[in-house]
């Protein structure tokens, strides 16, 4: 079992729609869990961090995170087209190192 | 003001030469990273280095070799470049003290390598 695993997309809404995206991991050991957007040709930028379970909120996004289900989530509120990007989830314990999901590509139509 | 600055953006080169890739950061972090972006977009650890000492040395070529001559500043050379080697390189930097941020990494804009 890989040990994060993120929904493949690519993924492609209307304006205004709600985004879920979603990762698993499987080391229970993981402490940090963050979401990264990465925009073409781009560096991956980090939008969200959290290190508990339950809900984190800035703006328009919401992290999510179940320890008990190793469950990861992201939701994009009223998505606009410049969050058109690739979303990577990323989780890390205390050793320096992030592991990374796949990404997922989003597409936001005007 | 570019927090991680790496270079050159992208690059072109031929089978078998030798090429280096340069990352400075001016953030005040201690640990710095290499990633790789493959063109399936997945992104993997190469090195890293914390207060110049070599942390995390994932299982790569040892045609790869990382150089942090000060905390702020780690390269990568790269010896007999491979076709395979093609994607482009991500310098990284981040703080190991606790906090609320825990070990938040933050990225370059990429170098692209092309190895033709």
């Known amino acids: 079992q890989k040990e994060v695993e993120q929904d493949p997309g690519p993924l492609s809404v209307p304006e205004g729609a709600i985004v879920s995206l979603n990762c698993t991991y499987s080391n229970s050991a993981f402490q940090y869990f963050m979401w990264y957007r990465q925009y073409s040709r781009k560096g991956p930028e980090l939008l969200m961090y959290t290190y508990s379970s339950g809900n984190k909120e800035d703006g328009r996004f919401t992290a999510q995170v179940d320890k008990s289900s190793k469950y990861i989530s992201l939701f994009i509120r009223d998505s606009q087209p410049s969050d058109s990007a690739t979303y990577l989830c990323a989780i890390g314990g205390s050793n320096y190192k992030l592991t990374f999901g796949k990404g997922t590509l989003l597409t936001v139509n005007p | 003001d570019t927090a991680v600055s790496q270079t050159p953006k992208y690059l072109v080169t031929q089978m078998g030469n030798d090429k280096s890739i340069k990352c400075e950061q001016n953030?005040?972090?201690?640990?710095m990273y290499w990633y790789k972006q493959d063109s399936k977009k997945f992104l993997k650890i190469m090195f890293s280095?914390?207060?110049?000492?070599?942390?995390i040395n994932e299982t790569v070529p040892n045609r790869f070799s990382p150089k942090s001559p000060d905390k702020a500043h780690l390269n990568l050379h790269i010896n007999s470049l491979e076709l395979g080697d093609s994607a482009v390189y991500f310098c990284a930097s981040s703080n190991s003290g606790t906090g609320s941020s825990g070990n938040t990494i933050y990225f370059g804009e990429g170098s692209w390598l092309t190895v033709v």
């Open positions: 953030l005040g972090h201690d640990t």
């Open positions: 280095y914390n207060n110049k000492e070599l942390i």
